[in-house]
């Protein structure tokens, strides 16, 4: 089944202490992204990756650290989490059809919360 | 990419066509229309996309009108199970924008019996 997983899903963690979520596809995507969900202020993307060892800043990077060493997964690296990156955390990955035309998959969320 | 307005909220029987309406009068001439649904903190998930014809598939039917300014989401026969948040976005296809998609605060869908 084709499908975008994230882990874990559910995480509470202290300010401070470094956290990754992890999020692998198999679907031989080519992109990937990070997107963060706040009520009141939607889905803002964090960081995407067009392919292996090429990543690039979203709208809202900051305190937030990506890697893609592998095209099948793409991990969201939090050096010092706060309070203020408590949310809801989706993963994303998509590549071109035979049209041309580019479907997101999205995991199932992560709700982090930092204390 | 072009702005997008979406009504707040909406309801709708189920077993009665559920029509979603969602305003882009700046839009151009190469961007598409996309929704996508999100179902109560899942992720999200593509529902369909167009360019300036009608569009049809097994979850729903999109109708943009000949000016392409405003288009209308179709679900024939709505169920419990189609409650959620609809997003109308619309951008540009190709390598740029693969990576992202940019959500705005949708419409919600509230089916009842």
């Known amino acids: 089944e084709a499908q975008v997983t994230q882990n874990p899903r559910y995480l509470i963690t202290v300010t401070g202490k470094k956290l990754t979520v992890t999020c692998s596809q198999n679907?031989?995507?080519?992109?990937m992204s990070w997107y963060r969900q706040d009520p009141g202020l939607g889905l803002r993307q964090i960081y995407y990756s067009m392919n292996v060892e090429v990543t690039d800043k979203g709208d809202v990077p900051e305190g937030y650290k990506v890697s893609r060493k592998e095209k099948r997964n793409f991990p969201l690296i939090l050096e010092s989490p706060s309070p203020n990156q408590t949310s809801l955390y989706f993963c994303a990955s998509s590549a071109s059809d035979r049209r041309g035309f580019y479907e997101q998959y999205f995991g199932p969320g992560t709700r982090l919360t930092v204390t | 990419d072009a702005k997008t307005t979406q009504p707040t909220s909406m309801d709708c029987a189920e077993g009665r066509a559920a029509n979603l309406p969602c305003n882009h009068s700046?839009?151009?001439?190469?961007?598409?229309v996309y929704w996508y649904r999100q179902i109560h903190s899942q992720g999200p998930q593509y529902i369909i996309h167009g360019l300036k014809n009608n569009e049809t598939n097994e979850m729903a039917s999109l109708i943009i009108t000949e000016d392409r300014k405003s288009s209308t989401l179709i679900l024939p026969h709505a169920t419990l199970r189609d409650t959620a948040v609809y997003y109308c976005?619309?951008?540009?296809?190709?390598?740029?924008?693969?990576?992202?998609?940019?959500f705005g605060t949708g419409t919600r869908l509230q089916v009842t019996l």
């Open positions: 679907m031989n995507h080519e992109y």
């Open positions: 976005i619309v951008r540009v296809e190709w390598a740029g924008t693969a990576s992202k998609l940019t």
């Open positions: 700046t839009i151009s001439g190469n961007e598409y």
